[in-house]
């Protein structure tokens, strides 16, 4: 049984920066693959960032390739996304998710659990 929980959202003003964290608990692996997806209103959940169980492989959309970073930390059972350079368009709810099986993964449908999201919300 795994919980992730996300934090560290909040409105910042285009151009800023803002740092997500998701904590695992319970029965976690540090081989799983770790993930960040996001939704905003009446759009669908998209893939934002991945990364590999050691944290040498990360995969990013094209929409936040040289903004954001995605690391993590398997002593504390955490997953981080550094925003900076945020734009409106960044706006939505942004979800933790884990895969423990087969390769790393940008499908949503593909993770395993998810967590309850966090709001992050960019002013013009």
């Known amino acids: 049984q795994v919980q992730l929980v996300e934090s560290g959202g909040g409105l910042v ?9 998701c904590a695992a608990s319970g029965r976690t ?21 991945t990364i590999n169980w050691s944290g040498t492989n990360t995969y990013y959309a094209d929409s936040v390739k040289g903004r954001f970073t995605i690391s993590r930390d398997n002593a504390r059972n955490s997953v981080y996304l550094q925003m900076n350079g945020l734009k409106p368009e960044d706006t939505a709810v ?16 593909d993770m395993d659990y998810w967590g309850k999201g966090t709001l992050v919300t960019v002013s013009s």
């Open 13 to 21: 003003q285009a151009g800023g920066s803002l740092r997500l964290s």
């Open 29 to 49: 692996f540090s081989t799983c693959a770790m993930g960040w997806f996001r939704q905003a209103p009446g759009k669908e959940r998209e893939f934002v960032a």
């Open 94 to 109: 942004y979800y933790c998710a884990q895969r423990c099986r087969g390769v790393i993964s940008s499908n949503p449908g």
